[in-house]
């Protein structure tokens, strides 16, 4: 004989649904169907700047040619601050102004943990004449795996307790967790858009952009189906 158990929807939001079954051996074992979830927050550790040198002219050559003098100078630049990583990234060119010109475009990224000295050569790359795309403070990839781990860890702990506190309300005992189920969605960083764009070939001073730094939170949520027996 199965029965059905639903437990009351006011216990909690999300309230776990049981079911009774037998099992292998002929015992009386009930189901929970129960998620729980978990949050950690983390300093950030290492700042991002998204730059591009963007050039017109009559022709493609032109243009391409002032982007590449501008880029080129950029990462020779960065390349002098030992803690800032920098890497080239899309290169495109296209007609504007009615098909009567060339643009053409590509980005640099700068990333390091020594803020002061990533903002800095920021400032000094926007008075040269790259425009500042985004700029946001962020976890390097080793910290937020830490963090996804302790978020997860968290998350199932909690599970574990709301069971077994399921399970005791129906004079039961948790026995084990099957298809337990984690999620840490990945949202990545939030740039923050700047407008401090400089025209190609100026090189008046600019002073460094700021940005402060905000703890970043770092989520995690679990799923699962609990296996409870009389005591």
Avoid: C, F, K
């Amino acid at each position: 004989m199965r029965r059905t158990l639903v437990l009351a929807a006011l216990m909690m939001p999300l309230a776990p649904l049981a079911a009774q079954a037998q099992d292998g051996t002929g015992l009386a074992e009930t189901v929970l169907h129960i998620a729980e979830s978990a949050e950690v927050t983390r300093a950030p550790d290492e700042v991002v700047a998204h730059l591009r040198a963007e050039a017109r002219a009559g022709t493609a050559a032109g243009a391409q040619e002032a982007v590449n003098r501008a880029i080129n100078a950029a990462v020779e630049r960065a390349r002098g601050v030992p803690s800032v990583r920098v890497t080239t990234g899309r290169y495109w060119t296209n007609r504007v102004d009615e098909g009567r010109s060339w643009q053409a475009t590509q980005t640099v990224t700068l990333r390091g943990g020594d803020g002061a000295a990533l903002l800095e050569l920021t400032g000094a790359l926007q008075g040269s004449g790259l425009a500042l795309n985004g700029l946001q403070w962020m976890l390097t990839r080793d910290a937020a795996r830490a963090a996804r781990e302790e978020a997860s860890r968290l998350a199932l702990d909690a599970l574990r307790r709301r069971a077994e506190a399921v399970a005791g309300q129906l004079g039961l005992q948790l026995v084990g967790l099957r298809e337990v189920r984690i999620e840490v969605p990945d949202h990545g960083p939030r740039p923050m858009p700047m407008a401090m764009a400089r025209a190609a070939g100026t090189s008046a001073p600019a002073s460094p952009p700021v940005a402060v730094a905000e703890e970043v939170v770092v989520a995690a949520s679990v799923s699962a189906v609990a296996v409870l027996r009389s005591r």
